[in-house]
């Protein structure tokens, strides 16, 4: 198993969604990974929040188990208030249109060590933060994976 493969294919769909190469008018000032903490209270800039985790990860047959790799991903966007919905709205559609082109990828030899699949996606959604200086924006959703 390895969780790190596919836990990369997932980070960079939305690495490159935001970034220079991606199709945003201004690539977003800053990704946050599992384990990172960013913390900037006066909003002067925008940053992206990814978290992934996994659920069941083996299912038991008559014949033995087998892997069967499931989790769930949350990405959130934050940027200063006063801007409008409108950036947000931008950025959640690329890393949507991102994440959902991960299903019509293929296993290749030189492509990704892993393959994911992504499920239902919720959101996005859009709201102020009343305790933080920043407009947020979050989309939620499962994925199956496997690996070679």
């Known amino acids: 198993m390895s969780f790190q493969a596919i836990r ?13 190469s991606g199709d945003l008018t ?8 599992d384990n990172m903490n960013y913390v900037d209270n ?16 083996m299912e038991s047959s008559l014949s033995g188990a ?12 934050y940027h200063p ?7 947000s709205q931008e950025v959640m559609s690329a890393m949507m249109l991102s994440l959902t082109e991960l299903n019509q990828k293929r296993s290749s030899k030189e492509g990704p060590e892993a393959i994911v ?11 102020m933060l009343d305790d933080r200086p920043y407009f947020y924006s979050r989309i939620s959703g499962g994925f199956a ?3 070679h």
């Not at 208030?81 to 950036?87: A, E, I, T």
């Open 8 to 20: 990369t294919v997932i980070e960079q769909a939305v690495a490159t969604s935001i970034s220079d």
């Open 26 to 33: 201004k690539p977003v000032d800053k990704i946050v990974y």
């Open 42 to 57: 006066d909003a002067t800039s925008e940053f992206v929040a990814i978290r992934v985790h996994f659920g069941s990860t």
């Open 66 to 77: 087998y892997e069967n790799i499931r989790g769930s991903f949350v990405v959130e966007h």
């Open 81 to 87: 208030k006063g801007v409008g919905p409108g950036r």
């Open 117 to 127: 699949r992504i499920r239902d996606m919720v959101g996005p959604s859009f709201s």
């Open 145 to 147: 994976a496997t690996y």
